[in-house]
């Protein structure tokens, strides 16, 4: 066994930049069944920006926008889009875990700092990782109120859909980046390679891609790391990394105990996702063999099936939920596996391949 050299609970939150805060915190709410549960903006004294608190099982969204021009987040957004900023960390303590990571390479993004109110204070730090993409670091165990201090308590219920928690995000990274942010998260974090993919892996007539597997030493938190490497054409990552304006996250992954329940809900919310030929379906028992659902109902709502040494997952991908063909979400269901369906990056990157032809950018 050996020593976790950098404790992380989990992920405390995951924070979006985007344009228009309001209307994002409203499509989650209403998609995805997000409970909007805090706020903060002029009415709460932030002057500049706004944000909303989105919760459902374990996992925290928050969508933040500027509300001034001249703000520096709206060069951001104008950069990228709409797009993940944060992947917030719980850890036992804050200046320890900065001091640490930064002794070991990593980049600041801002020193520790304290947020109180009459409730108590909650410690943030943050470090930079790829791109314009932050890791903080987040302790509340001396806060006794709601997330943190500057966010007035919401009640607007959503309509959960049964998401447990994030499964895992992944970050898209520049041709040859792989191999630098997966020793980066092994020395700054601690993390160590649970799989890799080569382009042998995962390749389709056209495009390829490499992809490694980060986790943290409890295992709770799992990166995903993609670069594209050399097809016919060009890779669904080089449309990412062209559109997004570099480096960032490209997919979180949440969880859910019932698939088909999730899956049928964001259906019939309006919710497109990628389409798998008929074909898999054919294929699919002498691919992964007993499985306890239906073949059908998993056809009809285009989920996909992998097996490894511990058991299945059940999986499905959206389209893109910005305008730039850059963030989705993937919908997990794990029965057993441990991994992330590297049976399915084929027929999967066929589909998304199938999207880019339509849009142009193959
Ligand atoms: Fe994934």
Known sequence: ?????????????????????????????????????????????????????????????????????GHPMASKIAEHGDFVQDIAFEVDDVDEAFRTAVERGAEIARTPFSLED????????????????????????????HFMPGYR?????????????????????????MNYWVKWYSDVLGFSNLISFDDQDISTDYTALMSKVMASGNGRVKFPINEPAEGKKKSQIDEFLEFFGGAGVQHVALRTDDIIHTVSRLRARGIQFLSVPRAYYD????????????????????????????????????????????????????????????????????????????????
């Open 153 to 177: 308590i919401e009640n607007e219920p959503g309509d959960p859909i049964g998401i447990i928690d994030v499964d895992h995000c992944v970050g898209n990274v520049e041709l040859g980046r």
């Open 1 to 69: 066994m050996t020593q976790d050299t950098f404790p992380i609970r989990k992920v405390h939150h995951i924070r979006h930049y985007v344009n228009n805060a309001r209307q994002a915190a409203f499509f989650y709410q209403h998609t995805f069944g997000f409970n909007i549960t805090g706020y903060y903006g002029l009415e709460t004294g932030s002057k500049d920006e706004v944000g909303y608190l989105l919760e459902q099982g374990d996992l925290k969204l928050v969508f933040s926008a500027p509300i001034r021009p």
């Open 283 to 362: 294929m699919l028992g002498d691919r992964v063999g007993d499985i306890e659902e239906d073949i059908d109902v998993l056809a009809d709502l285009g989920i996909l099936v992998d097996r490894d040494d511990e058991g299945y997952l059940l999986q499905i991908f959206t389209k893109p939920v910005t305008d730039r063909p850059t963030l989705f979400y993937e919908i997990i269901h794990r029965k057993g596996a441990t991994s992330f369906g590297k049976g399915n990056f084929k027929a999967l990157f066929e589909a998304i391949e199938r999207e880019q032809a339509l849009r142009g950018t193959l």
């Open 118 to 145: 009459d409730r108590g204070s909650v410690r943030i730090a943050s470090i930079q990782i790829y791109g314009d993409t932050v890791h903080s670091f987040v302790n509340a165990d001396r806060y006794d109120g």
